[in-house]
């Protein structure tokens, strides 16, 4: 069964930067999509990015186009997420998960979404 391991969050200021990280093991990304995730507190889980199990295709939520960049490190079997300009709204526990389906044609949903990690805080705050 994939295994996945989320790092990275922490607290910023606002207008700072975050580079998550969801590193797989036990299989290989390129079976997989992966996307990223995020739940705030009386909130539902948000679908903010996701990469095709080739790299070609990604998609954002609205909320956070421009902002953030997914890319991903075949090599180590690893996703980034890179998290620019950040605002206190982007508060929530970031989740990154795995899809069968391979495919990133819009922002992630949850229920297409087979493997999940454990989730890494992200707080914006001053």
């Known amino acids: 069964q994939l295994h996945l391991v989320e790092s990275g969050g922490g607290l910023v200021q606002p207008g700072g930067s975050l580079r998550l990280a969801c590193a797989a093991s036990r299989f290989s990304l390129d079976f997989y999509a992966i996307g990223w995730f995020r739940q705030a507190p009386g909130k539902e889980r948000e679908g903010v990015s996701c990469i095709s199990s080739s790299g070609g295709n990604t998609d954002y939520a609205d909320s956070v186009k421009g902002r953030f960049t997914i890319s991903t490190d075949t090599a180590n079997d690893t996703v980034f997420l890179q998290m620019t300009s950040l605002k206190p709204e982007d508060t929530a526990i970031y989740y990154c998960?795995?899809?069968?389906?391979?495919?990133?044609?819009?922002?992630?949903?949850?229920?297409?979404?087979?493997?999940w990690g454990q989730g890494t805080q992200v707080t914006v705050s001053s």
């Open positions: 998960a795995a899809a069968s389906h391979r495919g990133c044609g819009g922002p992630p949903l949850a229920h297409e979404y087979e493997y």
